[in-house]
């Protein structure tokens, strides 16, 4: 969910990375079950989003942002009956780098 990827006809790979919306931070917050691990703060959030994004133009990768639909993460994890949390989208995020290496 935070991040897919795909080679562009340049040779760079673009990312989609997930993206949070100011206005529903807050919502956001309410919505995923493990609120104690993540930023109190959109402003910290933010901070972190950007130094990954910086980190990976420094690494050639392309990326986009990806604005988060609070009800369709919802619902996407009721689904497919997964917690609505950090580590699924870390994980993803992280092998999705190693594969295209």
């Known amino acids: 969910l935070c991040a897919a990827c ?8 673009e990312i989609n990375i997930a993206y949070y919306e100011k206005k529903e931070w807050k919502r956001f917050l309410q919505s995923i079950d493990d609120k104690d691990s993540m930023h109190a703060t959109w402003k910290e959030w ?7 994004k910086e980190e990976l133009i420094s690494q050639d990768y392309v990326g986009n942002d ?4 609070i009800d369709e993460l919802k619902n996407y994890c009721k689904i497919k009956r997964i917690k609505n949390d950090g580590k699924l ?5 992280k092998n999705e780098i190693i594969f295209q290496n």
């Open 6 to 13: 795909w080679p562009r006809t340049n040779n760079m790979i």
């Open 46 to 52: 933010h901070n972190a989003y950007q130094k990954i």
């Open 66 to 69: 990806f604005v988060v639909n």
């Open 89 to 93: 989208a870390k994980w993803y995020y």
